[in-house]
């Protein structure tokens, strides 16, 4: 099963220059009860901004370069590798959704009702996803969000 997770403003923006520019303590924790215990991929930008491996099983990161932070293992091909990974949570950015999303088998969506002026987007979820579950609206630092599952229709 290949799973995408994020969390997108209302303009689908996942990050400006600095990074994410919300923080939803909740939020995290239900990112981080999500990837414990999974392999998880990520991108070289998400790597960088990283200090230490997330909680989770264990952490590749999709680069052309070298992984040389403990706890990280590096992916060059992401064909091999979601031949050889059957199991994946994929936490992003921008390149890594974009790539991974055709190949996904659902998406846990994190919807934030406010403009953040991104300058980093999720890609469009078409209609070979259908959306399962829908949480209620919960609110932080004034901050409204809920949480949506899609998952891909068998045709
Ligand atoms: N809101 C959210 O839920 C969320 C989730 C995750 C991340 N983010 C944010 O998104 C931002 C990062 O997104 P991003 O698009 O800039 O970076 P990214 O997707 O994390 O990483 C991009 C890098 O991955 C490597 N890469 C991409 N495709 C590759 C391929 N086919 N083969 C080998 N390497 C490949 C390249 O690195 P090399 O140049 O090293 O080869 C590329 O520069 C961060 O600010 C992060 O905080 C937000």
Redesign the pocket.
Request: net charge positive; no cysteine.
């Given at each position: 099963m290949i799973r995408l997770i994020?969390?997108?403003d209302n303009k689908n923006g996942?990050?400006n220059e600095n990074?994410?520019p919300w923080n939803l303590s909740s939020e995290k924790k239900y990112y981080r009860d999500k990837i414990k215990s999974a392999e998880i991929l990520?991108?070289?930008?998400?790597y960088k901004?990283l200090k230490q491996p997330a909680n989770a099983h264990k952490n590749f990161v999709?680069?052309?370069?070298f992984v040389d932070k403990p706890g990280f293992y590096k992916v060059?091909n992401?064909k091999i590798f979601f031949e050889e990974h059957k199991d994946v949570w994929v936490?992003?950015?921008?390149?890594?959704y974009d790539?991974s999303i055709e190949l996904a088998d659902e998406i846990y969506i994190t919807r934030i009702d406010q403009d953040f002026k991104c300058t980093?987007f999720f890609p469009e979820i078409d209609s070979k996803f259908q959306l399962v579950s829908r949480s209620p609206k919960f609110i932080e630092n004034n901050i409204d969000f809920y949480y949506e599952v899609y998952k891909k229709i068998d045709r």
């Open positions: 994020v969390a997108v996942i990050a990074g994410i990520m991108g070289a930008g998400v901004e999709l680069t052309h370069k060059s992401t936490i992003g950015g921008q390149s890594v790539l980093k």
